[in-house]
């Protein structure tokens, strides 16, 4: 099944399957996780995060990504660390932000995705000027450096239509620091996989031979899953008798004992020679026991980490039992320390004085950490995470170069400290203890004054102080992320600035905030859950870049403009249990208020409020992801208005407006509309009633719907479409209707429908929680048998074709409305049986009424 998924995805893509791809186990499922990510089809320029564990395969994904979608771009690249290293070696001695540096580095990643050599550049915007109409596919692997990151592809908007950016890494923190939020987390594989893993590397075969079955599988379980120690087990057993391995049993079952994959205590990749990656694999050999951890790293003591002086990157993240890190002294070009969430960490050892050259230090969630060490001073660092440490309560005067500091979550009281960072970039303070700073009157304004304006990402909470949001706010040019969250006395924004660069704007709880925010029309990701703003004003066209609008739980809100239609990358709205929010909510014009107030924004023409057309110019793409909860269906599905691509809503039944239904996984056959087959595409709306069991499951609230249809024509014949895969989110509790708008081509071999005698289609609906238990459709059966690995329980289904009855353009010449009646009849067309013998009159009788295809503008509205 993962196979056909594979072939699927490669197929939309056109492309084959490469030796190269048949040689990696596995491979096929990561390949369909990232299309969904990835999303090819869309002209959307998107950045994709591929973040796991050391060895875990991100690189390998990565590669094979690159070689199978290369040609579908004009220019793609492969940058890694090598090349940056390679790159920049000239100026390791200059400054991190060296204006040269940059330059020389984009000259040489520009010539190697253009493949020309000695371009000449002066600016650093060279990257939006030459590549602003090129889709190009950049693969960024194994980077720490955010300046690197930033230099390469700060901004989507710097590449043309298509563009894809994927950053392969280790540091989740590296990718939402630079607002990467669509990110693929590579998982240890099955053990089904990871068996085959190890044959792979031992016997060069997908199986044990005979006579090693039992053998090679407990060798495996004994190593875990981890492909990078699969690998290099079975690489060191290959060629050995059977004898041999029946001897080493004893020895790799009490060392390893399946912990192989809590072993990567550094990055294996960072290690500089051969000598040095010989003693990460006898470290890998050592641990044994619950106090693996840190008995390893006592009794080795320094005579190890003398041998990896070398070593540049140390990941110790998730080590439970980690009391105590031992000296690090000599671990002199350290560069990068992970120790989030060991737990068991109360102090952090003094020898980090010694590490001259480390950029960051992640400690979070260390939920034990007491202490960080004092009289140090870390000239290099560039970057803490404290985040999670709630009993930390100091922080020392470490370093004043730090430009990434996040201290949400902590114990700490003290805050000059924040006004003493030469240069600061990212600060999170939220939910923090700084009573002393939010204590005072308008404590932002004080904030505001003293902060460096080179910040670019402000993250707090909790200020019970804080009533308004100072103007000053405007000064800090280069702000693109700006968090101000459960601020429940906060009342007022500032109006008339609009922030260039700001595109993830967060309020959520400030439960007293009562108007739409108005201080940056570039924002992408928009979240207002639970404030208490009453209107999604007309003037929410101006926000041409929203990708995201969260309005969860926002009691008053009461009006939505119309508008948000025409905002064509707006991919999902989240309306779920807006309280006053009702089917009517739905306006054309500017409210009352907003006529009679005095608006920054250019005059908009005003459609009167009972009219059902929607605006001339609205876009002919809505292809966004309504998510609303509480709202009624059959009243929220009648609104003429109403359009979109996906739709989420609470219910229990499939709603009576879809004129075709069934229970389970039943399949309908519906009777081809006479009028259908002149059009290009057969358009529907399906509607999907389940719910997921998430007390049997750790999979995400995600559910993923596939539509499939299969015409058949009166003599026997059929022809087979297939849908695209769609994914919904949902909501971790009850029942809920997912309903999507389905096309299907109405040609066979290029051939239209209505000169191949078909009448019917057979149209089939599949749901789960996962992806590969949904989408093996190499033919559309009656019945359709889903793994017993999805937990996703579908209850019901049903459809309500486009073209119950077509109208002309409406009497306000509008050819977006949804058709509803007929052009004499006042007869709503809800089923070929509620129309009755109407309809057949309306076929037969042109002295009553007369159908006119509207077959351009349906094309138009439900594309």
């Not at 869309?42 to 690189?59: A, D, H, L, P």
């Not at 998510?627 to 003429?640: G, K, S, T």
């Not at 596939?706 to 024509?713: A, D, E, K, T």
């Amino acid at each position: 099944m993962i196979e056909a998924i594979a072939n699927d995805v490669l197929g939309k893509l056109n492309l084959a399957q490469s030796k190269d791809f048949e040689d990696f186990v596995g491979m096929e499922d990561h390949i369909a996780n990232m299309s969904v990510l990835l999303q090819l089809e869309s002209q959307e320029v998107r950045m994709v995060g591929i973040w796991g564990s050391s060895g875990i395969g991100k690189t390998t994904i990565a590669r094979v990504l690159h070689s199978q979608l290369s040609r579908q771009f004009q220019g793609s690249v492969f940058i890694d660390r090598a090349f940056v290293y390679k790159t920049m070696e000239i100026y390791n001695s200059a400054n991190p932000d060296d204006y040269n540096m940059k330059l020389h580095l984009l000259r040489s990643f520009l010539s190697e995705l253009l493949d020309k050599k000695d371009i000449r550049i002066d600016s650093l915007n060279a990257v939006q000027e030459r590549l602003k109409y090129q889709k190009v596919l950049i693969f960024i692997d194994d980077l720490d450096d955010q300046m690197v990151l930033d230099t390469l592809a700060g901004q989507t908007h710097w590449f043309g239509s298509g563009s894809r950016i994927i950053v392969i890494t280790k540091d989740r923190h590296f990718l939402k620091a630079h607002g990467i939020d669509h990110i693929y987390e590579v998982c240890l594989p099955s053990t089904d996989l990871a068996l085959e893993m190890f044959c792979r590397s031992a016997f060069r075969q997908n199986s044990p031979p005979a006579g090693l079955v039992e053998l090679a599988s407990e060798i495996a379980l004994c190593a875990g899953s981890l492909p990078l120690g699969l690998k290099v087990l079975g690489a060191y057993l290959r060629g050995r008798d059977k004898e041999d391995w029946i001897d080493m049993i004893p020895s790799l079952r009490s060392r390893l004992n399946g912990k192989i994959e809590r072993t990567l205590i550094v990055s294996y990749e960072g290690l500089n020679n051969k000598k040095d990656k010989a003693i990460f694999r006898h470290i890998s050999c050592i641990f044994n026991g619950e106090q693996g951890t840190k008995k390893v790293l006592v009794t080795c003591g320094s005579r190890i980490f003398q041998s990896l002086a070398g070593l540049r990157v140390m990941d110790l993240e998730g080590s439970k039992n980690l009391e105590e890190v031992p000296d690090l002294s000599m671990a002199t070009n350290l560069q990068i320390l992970f120790l989030d969430y060991c737990s068991s960490l109360v102090e952090l050892t003094s020898s980090i004085q010694h590490l001259n050259k480390l950029k960051e230090l992640s400690m979070s969630f260390c939920e034990n950490l007491e202490t960080l060490p004092t009289g140090i001073y870390l000239q290099s660092l560039d970057k803490l995470f404290l985040d999670g440490c709630s009993k930390l309560k100091i922080l020392p005067d470490i370093s004043t170069n730090i430009s990434t500091l996040i201290l949400d979550e902590t114990a700490i009281d003290e805050f000059h400290f924040i006004f003493r960072l030469k240069k600061p970039i990212i600060l999170g303070f939220r939910k923090t203890k700084i009573d002393k700073l939010w204590a005072i009157e308008k404590p932002l304004t004080s904030l505001m004054t003293k902060l460096s304006q080179t910040l670019k990402r402000l993250f707090l909470s909790d200020i019970p102080s804080l009533v308004e949001l100072p103007s000053s706010i405007q000064n800090f040019h280069s702000l693109d992320c700006l968090g101000i969250t459960e601020c429940i006395n906060l009342e007022t924004l500032p109006a008339g600035i609009n922030l260039q660069y700001l595109y993830d704007l967060d309020l959520k709880g400030c439960s007293r905030l009562r108007t739409f925010p108005d201080i940056s029309t570039n924002v992408r990701y928009l979240l207002l859950d639970r404030t208490g703003i009453v209107e999604v004003p007309w003037w929410i066209k101006n926000f041409s870049k929203l990708g995201y609008l969260g309005m969860e739980s926002c009691s008053n809100l009461e009006r939505v403009s119309l508008n948000i239609y025409k905002l064509k990358k707006l991919k999902t709205v989240q309306f779920s249990y807006c309280r006053a929010l009702t089917g009517a909510s739905w306006t054309d014009g500017p409210s009352e208020v907003e006529m009679a107030t005095e608006n920054i924004h250019s005059k908009l023409t005003v459609f009167h409020e009972t009219s059902s057309s929607l605006p001339h110019n609205l876009s002919s793409e809505v292809s966004t992801h309504f998510i609303c909860l509480n709202l009624e269906p059959e009243v929220l599905l009648h609104q003429r208005p109403f359009i979109f691509k996906k739709l989420v809503l609470s219910g229990e039944e499939v709603p009576s407006y879809f004129t075709h239904r069934t229970t389970g996984t039943s399949t309908l056959t519906v009777p081809l509309p006479p009028s259908s087959l002149s059009q290009p595409f057969l358009r529907f709306r399906a509607c999907a009633v389940g719910n997921v069991d998430y007390e049997h499951t750790d999979r995400s609230n995600a559910v993923y719907i596939r539509v499939n249809c299969r015409f058949r024509g009166i003599f026997g014949d059929s022809f087979d479409s297939f849908g695209q895969l769609q994914k919904f989110w949902t909501d971790k509790k009850d029942s809920h209707l997912f309903i999507l708008e389905c096309r299907f081509p109405l040609n066979k071999d290029s051939a239209p429908i209505a000169q191949m005698n078909y009448d019917h289609v057979e149209i089939q609906l599949l749901g789960s929680n996962r992806m590969d238990s949904t989408l093996d459709h190499d033919k559309v059966d009656h019945v359709k048998i889903i793994s017993e690995s999805s937990k996703f329980n579908l209850k019901g289904w049903g459809i309500r074709l486009a073209e119950d009855c077509l109208i002309p353009k409406n009497q306000f010449g509008n050819p977006y409305t949804l058709p509803r009646v007929c052009e004499d009849n006042i007869v709503f067309h809800e089923t070929k049986q509620e129309c009755g013998d109407s309809c057949e009159e309306t076929k037969n009788d042109n002295k009553r009424m007369r159908v006119i295809s509207i077959k351009h503008d349906l094309n138009t509205i439900l594309t």
